[in-house]
């Protein structure tokens, strides 16, 4: 048994992102085997039965206020313009973390510091230095578990961007953190990506890094997730993802405006329902352009949403990592549609798990077809549900944690 301090930009609970179930599933499985003390970034609306569900299987769970403004982005946009690092990673500096992080390996010892996502590798160096300083441990080992190569979303971002000063700045911040993730990730020893394309990312940087490196997917519990009753005949298109994420944001907006009139041509009475926390105001406009389209913003409880859900959408054309929307599609039971990129890094068979197209007219399509014959989503919907029980079950698929854990604890 090794004790471990786990660090993490969002609180792991409740499962509403897919950075929160991912880092839910490990604390799950390290938890156990390990003593798991979690320290986590917390924001306004965080409450504390989230952290009362967490310290049932942790040690212990300490939290930090994450702050944001725009002014605090303003001064990361500037601080990151003199300074050639991404602005991603010096926005989310904050002294209290540093402080809680002091106080707590003067007070305990760690045999592995676990970093969950990149903007937390920071934390753990940190970590690990005043360990080192105190004298309480010589060396801890350091475990990034960077979920995907941060770079490739801005990157994608600007390849279509129209606004050159946007483009610009996002064409600025791919290679600030394409730098930035080469250098740190050779400074961890273990770092594991949740796809192999993300893994190879920058394969020709960190070459003789590749022993370090693991893949292991995102995975869900299906065990937990019993099947939705969908009411018959549906005829809802729904996206469900966090509305403040630029990439799905930039997914939603090209759908409602290029492939969904295309549906309407041929099926009038079809509803694009979007939901999602915090949407941007040309998000929340769309209802007024369009009648059949609905914006919800977040919501506790999507069941009622899934159960009136025909086609699943996943129109993402700029991401990294692995979609858990996709494996929760699967899990609820509703038809999956995505784009290439949206499928990115799961494996599956299109046309048995999912319909995958990349153009307006092949979206539209593909959700037509699925309107209009109701055996085909029903064919979607149980290979899915499947699908996901054989090859994205958390309770199976992390015993592949305990390979990475018995060798830094080893070392």
């Known amino acids: 048994m090794g004790r471990i301090l786990f660090l993490t930009q969002v609180l792991p609970y409740p499962l509403d992102s897919g950075a929160k179930i991912r880092a839910y599933y490990v604390l799950r499985h390290l938890a156990q085997q390990h003593e798991v003390t979690l320290v986590s970034f917390v924001r306004t609306d965080d409450r504390p039965e989230y952290t009362a569900h967490l310290e049932r299987f942790c040690r212990a769970v300490h939290t930090v206020p994450m702050r ?6 303003a001064r990361a946009l500037l601080v990151a313009g003199f300074t050639g690092r991404p602005a991603v990673i010096v926005r ?11 106080r707590l390996v003067k007070e305990d010892t760690f045999d592995v510091v676990h970093a969950d996502q990149t903007s937390m590798a920071q934390y753990a160096l940190y970590a690990r230095s005043q360990m080192i300083n105190s004298g309480s441990r010589e060396k801890a080992s350091l475990l990034l578990d960077a979920h995907n190569a941060l770079y490739r979303i801005p990157k994608r971002l600007a390849s279509r961007e129209r606004n050159p000063f946007r483009r610009l700045v996002l064409w600025r911040e791919a290679r600030a953190l394409a730098r930035y993730e080469a250098e740190l990730w050779g400074r961890f020893d273990q770092v ?3 796809t192999d394309l993300d893994r190879y990312a ?7 890094l590749e022993s370090l490196f693991t893949t292991i997917p995102i995975c869900v519990d299906p065990e937990e997730q019993p099947l939705i009753r969908r009411v018959p005949r549906p005829r809802t298109i729904t996206h469900l993802g966090t509305m403040f994420w630029p990439p799905n944001v930039e997914g939603v907006l090209w759908f409602a405006n290029e492939v969904f009139p295309r549906v309407l041509a041929q099926v009038p009475e079809a509803q694009f329902v979007i939901v999602g926390k915090n949407p941007p105001q040309e998000v929340r406009a769309l209802p007024l352009q369009n009648r059949n389209i609905q914006v919800t913003g977040y919501v506790p409880d999507p069941t009622p949403y899934l159960a009136e859900t025909a086609v699943f959408i996943v129109p993402l054309r700029a991401a990294g990592g692995m979609r858990v929307k996709i494996l929760d599609a699967w899990c609820w039971g509703v038809p999956v549609i995505s784009t290439s990129v949206g499928a990115e890094g799961i494996d599956l068979q299109d046309g048995s798990h999912a319909l995958i197209a990349d153009t307006p007219e092949a979206l539209a399509e593909a959700a037509v ?3 209009q014959d109701p055996a085909l989503g029903e064919r ?6 499947r699908w996901v029980e054989g090859q994205y079950n958390w309770r199976q698929v992390y015993a592949r944690w305990g390979g990475v854990y018995g060798r830094l604890i080893a070392q």
Do not use: K
């Open 92 to 102: 989310d500096e904050i002294g209290e973390m540093h402080t809680t992080l002091g």
């Open 192 to 194: 594991v990506f949740v």
């Open 202 to 208: 920058l394969r020709g940087q960190i070459s003789n």
């Open 68 to 73: 944001r403004s725009w002014l605090r982005d």
């Open 369 to 371: 077809r699925v309107l």
């Open 380 to 385: 979607l919907r149980e290979n899915g549900r």
